[in-house]
């Protein structure tokens, strides 16, 4: 196995993948993360100028709505980020946290309890947010300061933590049509058809994502709408495939493991397509970065469509408008 092929599935098995964001976009969410989180300070000081009950001192905001600030303003139209997984998350684990530490001071194992129980509440309670497992630790490994606040640990600070950031989450993610949030105001703007492909409809998507049987921080609807992107991104007719270029990537349309882009090395300016050969590396996908050498009816059976690479290490298709566009 060449050391190539041995970076591409250490990188695989990590979970690194390509960032296809635009710079615009990554920095309009670490502006949003930025101003959630003053919004959360400045809120909460104005609520309670003099601390919580006297007794928290400077305390006002809890480290995990850094956390809920990464989901509401980077990842603003997942599942995580949705404001009922937002309050629900934050409320449900703060309550299972204070209850751990009220039934079980003192333990070295209070604080484990309190975060897998309150991964199991909000799994029930359709409520999953990440963040939720930093508040419900919050609970119990804060100190003397948030173990005297009790259960009024869900109203202050977690419940206007809460309030403060969704409402900066809605006030700025509406400055950006496509980053409506909540999710559902922009999913409202697409109409998604019933049927997608003639042999795919959305119940057979549905219970594929039961098959998985694991949490996906992608809803349905989003699905389905990037479905629908997809169906309508190949109705445009492709470049015919009967002359390629040296130089030029074709990718054989295919999905997962089965993959692959190449690249024509050497082909002859005659071609009859049953004895001459065209020789192609493999540079994405299935057999990355090995050569081959083919005929040229068999590279035509193989290749789907013409590509071109791009700078985020992606692809993109190569296509004609019909003539009605």
């Known amino acids: ?64 709505m850094g956390a809920s600030a990464v989901l509401l303003f980077a990842v603003p139209q997942g599942v995580l980020s949705q404001p009922w997984s937002v309050i629900g998350g934050h409320l449900l684990s703060a309550a299972v946290g204070v209850s751990c530490q009220l039934l079980f001071p ?62 900066m989450a809605i006030a700025f993610n509406a400055l950006f049509h496509w980053r409506r949030y909540p999710a559902h105001l922009i999913r409202k703007q697409t109409v998604v058809h019933t049927r997608i492909y003639p042999h795919l409809t959305p119940e057979d998507f549905s219970a594929a994502i039961e098959k998985v049987d694991s949490f996906i921080d992608v809803s349905h609807e989003t699905l389905m709408q990037l479905l629908e992107y997809a169906r309508e991104h190949s109705e445009h007719e492709k470049i015919p495939v009967a002359q390629f270029e040296v130089g ?22 005659e071609k009859p397509e049953n004895t001459d050969k065209i020789i192609f590396k493999t540079v994405a996908g299935t057999d990355s970065y090995n050569n081959g050498m083919t005929t040229l009816a068999e590279f035509r059976n193989w290749a789907h469509h013409q590509v071109v690479p791009l700078e985020n290490g992606h692809w993109k298709k190569v296509i004609v408008l019909k003539p009605s566009e």
């Open 1 to 64: 196995m060449s050391f190539r092929k041995v970076l591409s599935e250490c990188r695989l098995l990590l979970g690194i993948t390509h960032n296809s964001t635009s710079h615009t976009e990554k920095w309009i969410s670490a502006l949003g993360g930025f101003l959630g989180i003053t919004a959360v300070y400045y809120i909460t000081s104005w609520c309670f100028p003099h601390g919580f009950m006297h007794t928290a001192g400077t305390f006002l905001m809890v480290t995990s």
């Open 106 to 167: 003192d333990q070295s194992w209070t604080g484990s309890l309190a975060v897998g129980l309150s991964i199991m509440v909000m799994h029930y309670a359709r409520a999953m947010h990440p963040p939720g497992g930093a508040t419900a630790l919050a609970a119990v490994i804060g100190g003397a300061e948030i173990h005297r606040l009790g259960y009024f640990y869900l109203i202050s600070p977690i419940g206007i933590n809460i309030l403060a950031i969704l409402l």
């Open 248 to 269: 030029s990537f074709y990718s054989n349309g295919k999905w997962g493991s089965e993959w692959s882009v190449r690249r024509i090395i050497d082909a002859p300016s």
